[in-house]
């Protein structure tokens, strides 16, 4: 398991909660874009799988539009915190689990990895995306976001927040640029271009497509043949 993940050591539970309790209308809108782009692939039969999901948050919307919803997520105080929030989803799990060691085979029609996921779930992206198609049946679909370019304003002003609330720490601005946010405390995040979400497509050797939503969000959508 990655031991050296800052949302699992620093930035779980309650108060990863209060990073998307934020008061930018602009981030409101692109975190309910992202759902809303997913939800409307949903039939209503699936059973999809969350990677990266935190306590629940995203589940929380789309436990209704589906059969079946998990998620897994590395932070045990995530999993405690979600698990309440969702007691009332019989349809819903939230596993302690790190993404890099899931071993599913062809038992999900969805996988979503939303949210600049790719860059919070450490590891080697590659490994993630054969894991990832390992666990879905023939012709299910896999989703990837990461942010736009243009929406570099609003993000930034959206981690100007949280280090502002000391959820993470002093944003170091100098080195802020190219997609990429780090702070003085070592939290680094950092985005993935369509050209870079293209190629992962292709390495793949599946059916893939490149979306771009609300001006503020990139989606890999790749389909297991």
Same mark, same amino acid.
């Given at each position: ?9 620093? #930035?779980?539970? *309650? ?24 939800? %409307? ?9 969350? #990677? @990266? ?8 919307? *789309?436990?209704?539009?589906? %059969?079946?919803?998990? @998620? ?9 915190? @979600? ?43 590659? !490994?993630? #995306?054969?894991?990832?198609?390992? @666990? ?19 993000? +930034? ?20 640029? !190219? ?17 870079? #979400? ?21 989606? +890999? ?5």
């Amino acid at each position: 398991m990655n031991t050296n993940n800052y949302y699992d050591k620093k #930035l779980s539970s *309650l108060l990863l909660a209060e990073v998307y309790s934020t008061e930018i209308p602009r981030i409101n809108q692109y975190l309910q874009a992202e759902i809303e782009f997913v939800r %409307k692939h949903i039939r209503g039969d699936e059973t999809i799988l969350e #990677l @990266g999901a935190g306590y629940g948050r995203v589940i929380l919307e *789309l436990a209704r539009s589906c %059969k079946k919803i998990v @998620g897994i997520d590395i932070s045990p105080n995530n999993i405690e915190y @979600g698990k309440e929030l969702l007691k009332d989803y019989k349809n819903a799990e939230l596993v302690v689990m790190d993404a890099y060691t899931m071993q599913y085979k062809n038992e999900f029609d969805m996988t979503i990895c939303i949210q600049n996921g790719l860059s919070a779930i450490k590891g080697d992206t590659h !490994d993630l #995306l054969k894991k990832t198609i390992d @666990g879905l049946k023939n012709g299910g679909l896999a989703f990837f976001s990461s942010y736009h370019p243009d929406f570099w304003e609003y993000r +930034l002003l959206w981690f100007y927040e949280q280090a502002k609330k000391g959820l993470i720490g002093e944003l170091d601005i100098e080195n802020c640029r !190219d997609g990429v946010i780090t702070c003085k405390d070592g939290f680094y995040s950092r985005s993935f271009s369509k050209d870079e #979400l293209s190629e992962l497509g292709q390495q793949c050797g599946m059916n893939y497509w490149i979306e771009e939503i609300d001006e503020s969000s990139i989606f +890999l959508i790749i389909q297991k043949l």
